[in-house]
């Protein structure tokens, strides 16, 4: 088991903080819609920059259990932004699964709905009106009951103001689309889904010719700022460098390892000028809160990918991935751009690597 340090390394620290900074950003404006994330009883919400929402199961940790709950029952609510958006209820066990037999706590089972099993029969969805249905005949009850024996459960405590904030983050409060809080308004009241901003990346820079020489002389050059990072990874043979522009190269060496994963320096560096090198400092993603100085150029699992002109973290949050971010840059040309970006801050009610989308972008 990793200790409460540990884990917090392992997360690229200037996402720390990004759970506060989103939650804060209230209702964007028409020209630019900031990722919401937050955290309400056992539930969590995370709408992305074009207003597409993701509500999703995941229990509390702080919170005391008096009933066993079963950590491989999971459930998202998914709905697209604008007027029509679609909504569709996903669930998902590690084990055969049957939604008729879903219930609210107290009530009838709602057999009558035409759920989707997939091929494994582990997972099934519901989408349009009859998904609708669903979420208005449990959203008040204090549980859902998946039908099993014993007194397994799935907690539905901060699902309605989930639901409210995914009303206020696409606007529909007032209108006749919103799940919680529908008014007279018509559903074309609804903002239609936001553009994704446009991210271009640059031509390819000509090959290396001393690769090799110029990650060992980035090394030599810049040994103090390895110190300074406290890195504990010796050269491996996965130091590597990659060409950028026609003067630059990015090299990326060896820093830390921890339990479960490793991390990176990254410099951006002359060509022929290793001592010059720099550490390179990436832009945060939306709504996240400036890098931690003493974590600038270091990255989790990250790697550069010259024929995409993709730099990218993997940053897990413990070892099976039920909380993380993942963040992709692309280089232009000249700099590097947020690409895309996805984050969830509390572990569970996911499968590894599953974690909500908040910031999207297209070429």
């Not at 990793?2 to 720390?16: E, F, G, I, N």
């Not at 919400?45 to 597409?52: Q, S, W, Y």
């Not at 099993?117 to 349009?128: H, I, M």
């Not at 090299?251 to 390179?280: I, K």
Request: proline fraction near 10%; charged fraction near 25%; glycine fraction near 8%.
């Amino acid at each position: 088991m990793q200790s409460t340090a540990d884990q917090m390394k392992m997360v690229s620290p200037r996402l720390a903080a990004i759970a506060l900074v989103a939650a804060c950003s209230g209702t964007a404006t028409a020209q630019t819609v900031r990722p919401v994330y937050r955290e309400i009883g056992d539930w969590l919400i995370a709408c992305d920059n074009t207003r597409g929402c993701l509500a999703r199961h995941a229990p509390d940790p702080a919170q005391e259990r008096a009933e066993v709950e079963p950590e491989n029952i999971g459930m998202d609510i998914v709905r697209q932004a604008g007027p029509n958006g679609a909504i569709t209820v996903r669930a998902w066990a590690d084990r055969p699964l049957d939604p008729a037999r879903f219930h609210a706590s107290g009530a009838a089972p709602l057999s009558r709905l035409p759920w989707r099993p997939g091929d494994d029969g582990e997972n099934a969805t519901l989408s349009g009106d009859p998904a609708r249905r669903f979420i208005r005949a449990i959203v008040d009850a204090p549980r859902l009951m998946p039908g099993s024996t014993g007194t397994a459960h799935l907690s539905l405590r901060g699902l309605a103001a989930v639901l409210l904030t995914m009303d206020e983050a696409q606007g529909r409060i007032g209108n006749a689309s919103a799940l919680m809080r529908p008014g007279p308004a018509p559903a074309s009241a609804t903002p239609p889904p936001a553009p994704r901003p446009i991210v271009r990346t640059g031509p390819p820079a000509p090959p290396l010719r001393n690769q090799k020489a110029l990650v060992a002389a980035v090394r030599k050059f810049h040994s103090g700022i390895f110190a300074g990072h406290e890195c504990d990874r010796e050269p491996d043979g996965e130091d590597a460098a990659y060409p950028l522009t026609t003067s630059d190269a990015i090299v990326v060496l060896g820093c830390s390892r921890y339990a479960y994963q490793t991390s990176v320096l990254v410099f951006r560096t002359p060509r022929d000028r290793p001592s010059a090198a720099m550490l390179l400092k990436l832009p945060d993603p939306p709504a996240a809160p400036p890098a931690d100085d003493d974590s600038v150029g270091e990255y989790i699992e990250g790697a550069y990918d010259p024929d995409s002109r993709i730099f990218s973290e993997f940053s897990k949050g413990r070892g099976i991935a039920d909380c993380g971010s993942a963040t992709e840059w692309a280089f232009d040309g000249r700099v590097f751009r947020v690409s895309a970006f996805r984050w969830q801050a509390r572990c569970g009610g996911t499968m590894p690597g599953d974690w909500p989308v908040l910031y999207r972008t297209r070429r």
